[in-house]
């Protein structure tokens, strides 16, 4: 006993005989113990989301002391007593001792009201039984002495200390775990919502592309009508949200490589065909087809609205040259030159000689048709198999004419040398009659003929045609008149010579009643012609107000979003102010871009009309509405672009500590050498700039620096991975070395904690703490520190993982760590090794 006395003197002692022993109960040392004491609970407590502020207040009714012992065991106790009364709170600290006594600890006298001395013999016991502290006191050494000896109870409390210094080093390295797992799982679930994303757009351009490709033209206007109309409504409604949906991917792609450069993770590679490049690629597939899609809608109306009218002009042609040729056949089979006098022979001769010259005048009119059934074959015409079938009709019917014609001509011409006498007037009648017939007819087609123009300039030539006609009318009312005359001379022959003239004249059925008829007819409708042309005009008037508005608004609107795209530039490289003033400003501009969106509409609107009205081409502006929406979108794009750029530039600037005359500094070289003033440098700019910097390298180096500014390998550095690169060296980001050391403490703490240090955790006795009072009572809260790490493995197993860390996270290493295949493997071990180096890219997970 001497000897120690006399150890402990020289390692812990002043040389003083006379130590004053009372300075260990002074009140400072009483202050350290208690907070010594509540922070190893609360470092349990914080498992189950609570903590204590007083000890003696806290656990006095019992329930978070079983709350305690409930973190420390793992296991459920019995269900506690909620009552606010003293039997309550008794009733809770028994069965926190109750569970103690269950796990093989003997309490001999202690409950939740026995004195202190009990509680001290207990502590003792727990501690040489579970902890290997050998009992160097007994209670009635420390309660019944007045004096107790201080060196003793400063050998023993040391060993307490020892014992539980290694439970803080593990709560630090598992909060290092979780918080490097926390980031790897918060970046893990930004590549899947990336994927998902891109996914979900290419599947739409997928589908949409098939459906724009679609050249199967349809058989009326209505149908293309509303082919377009769809068309439009795709443009409205569907795909102004893939436009957004393909910048937020852009934004959230360009947010995951930034906050994985911060973390100092390897940059994110999307799956196959779901890089930004190749969703921008399908992007301009789509609009490229789009354009052609458009474009071959307007050329298919355009056509249909050319057959409608070809086919309905060839109707009319085919109609009236039937309703002629009607009766004509059975007309050249007759045989009356054969029981005709010589006058009637003659007057046969002369009409056949008419009816030829009629014949002849139609020619022009079958070949029209003819004409016009060839162009709309050419058209590809739906209903061409019935026009060919009705024009082969009129050309056989034509051709039969012609034989009939020849061959009853040559009877007459055989029977003419019998003639003698005609009578010239009803010859000389039939001949002018004839063509006058057919230009009152022509003048009937032409003025009822439908027309279809685009342009003012159009309906004018019209209207003027139609004037010149208009003049020529004076010059064959009189050739009508002689006509006339013709006849009414005939008619007084007759009278005054008493011919006998049975029947019409022989020469033509051409009556004046007919005359007259289509004149009157033709006199109707030029004033209906009039009103049409009149209509027509307005409507082009109309057409053109609608193409001066929308050329009015489209000059306006393309050179200003060219003006914001160029002052968005200028922000984006300017160094005036600090980030937030530039991130405020360009806020700015994106407010007033969205305010600027309803005369976006406007013109849209103004579009839709002048397609609704087949307005093609406008010479008042060379912005197009396809120009506009291009550059509209690029701008939302763009604005929304930099903004994204600028905040993640704070975000860099935040997370590396980086000054704004720093930043400056950074921008004012990235632009020097910017030399194209695009915001990019290209490689033989950056190379430049770091040689610029002091950098001595080779290829191998250069390359090796660009796989780190430029993981996508696009040729360019941006400025936010110029910051990134610059402030690289100087980060304090965790790295795999260092999570590789926090899963060695936790694996090292094992060896000598092993199934001891659980019960030792359960079996210890805080209600005694709580219950006691006394100088003698407050020295057991040294028991806070325990456990030093003696040793290390390089393997952890699931236990220690599940003890350590949360339950999410523990399952999250335990899913992804290898078997540990070491010689000093034990069944259940795990390669926390491999999984470290796996989450900074420095091998395979």
């Known amino acids: ?203 739409w351009i997928r589908r949409t592309i098939p459906w724009l490709e679609n050249r199967v033209p349809e058989n009326t206007m209505h149908a293309m009508q509303q082919k377009l109309e769809d068309f439009r409504d795709y443009r409205r ?13 852009e934004i959230n792609f360009n947010t995951l490589q930034t906050k994985l450069r911060l973390s100092n993770r390897p940059a994110f590679m999307p799956s196959e065909g779901r890089m930004v490049s190749d969703i921008n690629n399908a992007w301009g597939c789509l609009e490229q087809v789009e354009k052609g899609y458009e474009e071959w809608l307007l050329n298919e109306i355009r056509r249909l ?21 009607d009766g004509k056949e059975a007309m050249l089979r007759q045989k009356d030159y054969e029981t005709a006098t010589l006058s009637e022979i003659k007057a046969l001769l002369k009409k056949h000689e008419a009816f030829e010259s009629d014949l002849a005048a139609h020619q022009d009119r079958v070949e029209q048709i003819a004409a016009i059934a060839q162009e709309l074959n050419e058209l590809d015409y739906y209903d061409s198999p019935s026009v060919n079938a009705r024009c082969q009709k009129i050309c056989d019917q034509w051709d039969n004419l012609g034989a009939l014609t020849q061959k009853r001509r040559e009877a007459l011409e055989r029977t003419e040398k019998l003639l003698e006498t005609i009578d010239q007037l009803y010859l000389e009648y039939a001949k002018r009659a004839a063509p006058f017939n057919n230009w009152m007819e022509g003048a009937m087609e032409d003025l009822q003929d439908t027309f279809i123009v685009h342009t003012i300039e159009e309906i004018q030539g019209l209207t003027t045609a139609h004037e010149q006609f208009k003049a020529t009318l004076p010059d064959a009312d009189k050739e009508r008149l002689a006509i006339l005359g013709i006849h009414n001379e005939v008619s007084k022959i007759v ?91 360009l806020r700015q501009y994106e407010k007033s871009i969205v305010n600027y969106k309803p005369k976006i509409d406007q013109l849209e609107g103004d579009h839709q009309l002048i397609q609704e009205a087949l307005i093609f081409d406008n010479k008042h502006t060379n912005y197009t509405m396809e120009h506009i929406r291009v550059g509209w979108e690029q701008l939302l794009t763009t604005i929304a672009r930099t903004i994204n750029e600028v905040e993640n530039q704070i975000l860099t600037r935040d997370a590396k500590g980086i000054s704004q005359e720093q930043m400056n500094e950074f921008r004012a070289s990235f632009n020097h050498f910017d030399r194209k003033k695009t915001g990019m440098m290209d490689t033989d700019d950056f190379r430049a700039c770091l040689i610029s910097m002091g950098y001595n390298m080779g290829e191998a180096e250069f390359a090796r620096i660009m796989s780190i ?127 470290s180096t796996a989450l900074y890219g420095e091998s395979d997970l």
Not at 19 to 45: G, I, M, V, Y
Not at 308 to 316: G, N, P, S, T, W
Not at 729 to 752: H, N, P, R
């Open 237 to 249: 409604l569907h795909k102004p949200p893939k436009v957004q949906e393909k910048c937020q991917l």
């Open 495 to 585: 009278q005054t010579y008493h011919v006998n003239m049975a029947g019409t004249n022989p020469y033509t059925t051409i009556t004046p009643q007919e005359i007259n008829g289509k004149w009157d007819h033709v006199r109707q409708l030029v004033p209906r012609r009039d009103q049409a042309l009149t209509e027509e005009h307005a409507r082009q008037q109309h057409n053109e107000r609608l193409r001066k508005q929308f050329g009015a608004q489209a000059n306006v609107i393309g050179p200003w979003i060219q003006t914001k795209m160029e002052e968005i530039g200028r922000i984006s490289i300017e160094m005036h102010g600090t980030l937030e003033d530039q991130l405020s400003h």
């Open 709 to 835: 500014v430029d993981p996508n390998r696009l040729g360019v550095v941006t400025f936010q991975a110029f910051i990134d690169f610059m402030s690289r060296e100087t980060a304090d980001t965790d790295t795999a070395d260092q999570v590789m050391a926090s899963f060695k403490i936790l694996a090292g703490d094992k060896l000598q904690q092993g199934g001891k240090m659980q019960t030792a955790h359960a079996a210890f006795t805080p209600p005694g703490f709580a219950a006691v009072s006394g100088r003698a009572a407050l020295r057991l809260l040294d028991f806070t520190a325990f456990l030093t790490t003696l040793s290390s493995q390089n393997y952890i197993t699931m236990d220690e993982l599940r003890r350590e860390l949360p339950p999410d996270q523990a399952e999250y290493c335990i899913a992804r760590m290898a078997p540990y295949t070491g010689p000093d493997s034990v069944p259940g071990a795990l390669d926390y090794m491999s999984f």
């Open 305 to 325: 609205e050319r057959l409608d009218h070809l086919a309905e002009k060839f109707r009319q042609k085919a109609s009236i040259h039937e309703a002629w040729t």
């Open 1 to 203: 006993m001497d000897h120690y006395d006399s150890q402990q003197t020289n390692d812990y002692m002043q040389p003083e005989e006379d130590w004053d022993r009372d300075l260990l109960l002074d009140p400072a040392w009483e202050k350290q113990q208690r907070k010594t004491f509540t922070a190893w609970c609360n470092s349990h407590l914080r498992k189950a989301g609570t903590q204590i502020e007083n000890i003696e207040e806290d656990f006095r009714d019992g329930l978070k002391l079983m709350l305690l012992l409930e973190v420390i065991s793992g296991e459920r106790l019995a269900k506690p007593e909620r009552g606010k009364m003293r039997v309550h709170k008794i009733s809770n600290v028994n069965k926190a001792l109750d569970f103690i006594a269950s796990k093989g600890v003997k309490l001999v006298s202690i409950g939740a009201e026995d004195d202190p001395l009990t509680n001290l013999n207990t502590a003792f016991d727990v501690a040489e039984k579970y902890l290997d502290i050998p009992k160097m006191l007994d209670a009635e050494d420390i309660v019944g002495t007045a004096r107790p000896d201080e060196k003793a109870i400063m050998t023993y409390v040391s060993s307490f200390y020892h014992a539980f210094s290694g439970a803080q080093k593990a709560e630090t390295a598992a909060n290092r775990i979780c918080k490097v797992l926390a980031v790897n799982q918060e970046n893990e679930q930004l590549m899947e919502d990336y994927e998902k994303l891109a996914s979900d757009l290419l599947e």
